[in-house]
């Protein structure tokens, strides 16, 4: 909820094709979901997640360790944009680009909600602590042993905040003067 006389969040008011850059770099929450090694299955299509990370993606941060220049160096990497985000099938289901191409809002731990990029890894949406290593330490064919399930679901966590979490998001609202969404 947005109080009385206060602007809409951007990403609420905003269609995707209309962000400007700042706002459309926002959107990021920097879960590192994206940045995993993923496997197409030749004959269904369907895309496998692996908790294997592409050879930028720094496992302390869960950001590309060469944002700008990462399309030079991994050749396959993906840049997001509002015309891809409408085609592609693999955003994780807590990409908020996927929830606002289907029309959701952003969830409650998300940075641009929160204020704190702390609480994605709180809820579990980070793939931080999760990776089994880098793309570069594995051979092509151990891929496959490193199929996961977890990339491609929400966390329980995610659905709502833990109570001490819920308390301080709260607090942190108010002191901003404004209701949490």
Known sequence: MVPAGAP???WRVTALED????????LCDGCGRCCLIKLEDEDTGRIHYTDVGCRLLD????????YPNRQSQ???CV????????SLTWLPPT???RLLREGADLPWWHPLVSGDPETVAAAGV???GRLSGSEQDMEPEELIERIAR???RAPRQAKGPPAAVAGRLADAARSRGRKLP
């Open 150 to 152: 977890w990339p491609d």
């Open 126 to 128: 980070s793939v931080r």
């Open 79 to 86: 840049r997001l944009t509002p015309e891809i985000v409408r």
């Open 74 to 76: 991994v050749p396959d």
């Open 95 to 97: 990409c908020a680009y």
């Open 8 to 10: 809409e969040p951007f």
């Open 59 to 66: 496992r302390d941060t869960c950001r590309c360790r060469d």
């Open 19 to 26: 962000m400007d850059d700042r706002q459309w770099e926002s």
